[in-house]
């Protein structure tokens, strides 16, 4: 088992709906995970972190956590054109981030 | 605002040339990373450096090695390049390891 995965393909969601991310990870030690964007052609840049499990939320988007069932999920409410990028899932491990491949998702206008 | 700088947006060189990638941040972070980033894989750590002259291996350190003599810079050398690792190269610095700040990528390309 990789140690961050990310198996769903290429999410398309109309504006305005809920888009929904889930990642799982294989180090039932980890306390630590972060969600990074990515916009087409861009780096990737941190948006959410979260440390205790259940719910957080910033604005937008609610990072959910359940360290039981060892996955992370992402919320994107209300939809936007601009929400349009890869999200990549990461945990952090000693000094060092552990990474996902990515979700893609795409908003239709 | 963190500003990570990479040297060059856009690289072409030829198979068994020696390459350097640099990166400099102007936040005075302690940590620095080198990943590269390719289609199907995802981003992957190469190297990585916590201190001024200490550096730990990566996920995929082969074929590469690295430099910081100064906090604010880390470079990423590709002793003799070769075709695989044409790649997305990307550069991040953060004081705590969580929360990077990439730079804006090398695309280098071997040929």
């Known amino acids: 088992q990789k140690e961050v995965e990310q198996n769903s393909g290429p999410l398309s969601v109309p504006e305005g709906a809920i888009a929904s991310l889930n990642c799982t990870y294989s180090d039932r030690g980890s306390q630590s995970f972060f969600w990074y964007r990515q916009y087409s052609g861009k780096s990737p840049e941190l948006i959410m972190f979260i440390y205790s499990n259940g719910d957080k939320e910033d604005g937008r988007f609610t990072a959910q956590l359940n360290k039981a069932s060892q996955y992370v999920s992402l919320l994107i409410r209300d939809s936007q054109p601009s929400d349009s990028a890869t999200y990549l899932c990461?945990?952090?491990?000693?000094?060092?981030?552990?990474f996902g491949k990515g979700n893609q998702v795409v908003v239709i206008p | 605002d963190v500003k990570v700088t990479q040297s060059s947006r856009y690289l072409v060189k030829r198979t068994g040339e020696k390459v350097f990638l640099e990166c400099v941040q102007d936040?005075?972070?302690?940590?620095m990373f080198w990943y590269r980033q390719d289609p199907g894989l995802g981003l992957r750590l190469i190297y990585f450096?916590?201190?001024?002259?200490?550096?730990e291996k990566g996920d995929i350190p082969e074929g590469y090695s690295v430099s910081r003599e100064k906090k604010e810079r880390f470079s990423l050398i590709l002793e003799s390049a070769s075709t695989n690792q044409t790649s997305m190269y990307l550069c991040?610095?953060?004081?705590?390891?969580?929360?990077?700040?990439f730079g804006p990528g090398t695309r280098l390309t071997v040929t």
């Open positions: 936040m005075d972070h302690e940590n």
């Open positions: 991040a610095s953060s004081f705590l390891p969580e929360e990077q700040y």
């Open positions: 990461a945990v952090l491990r000693g000094n060092r981030l552990a």
């Open positions: 450096s916590y201190d001024v002259k200490m550096k």
